[in-house]
């Protein structure tokens, strides 16, 4: 079992920058492979980005690929997500979750067993 907390959302600037935190409780967080997925209103729960338990394995939504960067810490159990020249589209609910590794599919939602309850990102243009 592992429980997660995002924080750093906020409201921001289109081309401006945030550092999403995902703080994860109990002493398995090395087992997971965490992921960030985002929710705009109307819309489904979309993959952002994951890394694997070592941080070798790497992989991003084209839609953020060369603005986010993903990385995680597993001594403070912390996963991050920096964003920057944020656009509009950008706009939602940010979402930490941890899943098995090596998920069955690693952009799909449903291979993560565990979720954050998210921190809103609003970009303004």
């Known amino acids: 079992q592992v429980q997660l907390v995002e924080s750093g959302g906020g409201l921001v600037q289109a081309g401006g920058s945030l550092r999403l935190s995902c703080a994860a409780s109990?002493?398995?967080?090395?087992?997971?492979?965490m992921g960030w997925f985002r929710q705009a209103p109307g819309n489904e729960r979309e993959f952002v980005a994951a890394?694997?338990?070592?941080?070798?394995?790497?992989y991003y939504a084209d839609s953020v690929k060369g603005r986010f960067t993903i990385s995680r810490d597993n001594a403070k159990n912390t996963v991050y997500l920096q964003m920057n020249s944020l656009k509009s589209e950008d706009t939602a609910v940010y979402y930490c979750?941890?899943?098995?590794?090596?998920?069955?599919?690693?952009?799909?939602?449903?291979?993560?067993?565990?979720w954050g309850q998210g921190t809103q990102v609003t970009v303004s243009s």
């Open positions: 979750a941890a899943g098995p590794s090596p998920p069955k599919v690693v952009t799909g939602s449903a291979s993560y067993d565990y």
């Open positions: 109990g002493r398995t967080f090395l087992s997971y492979t």
């Open positions: 890394i694997s338990r070592s941080g070798v394995l790497i």
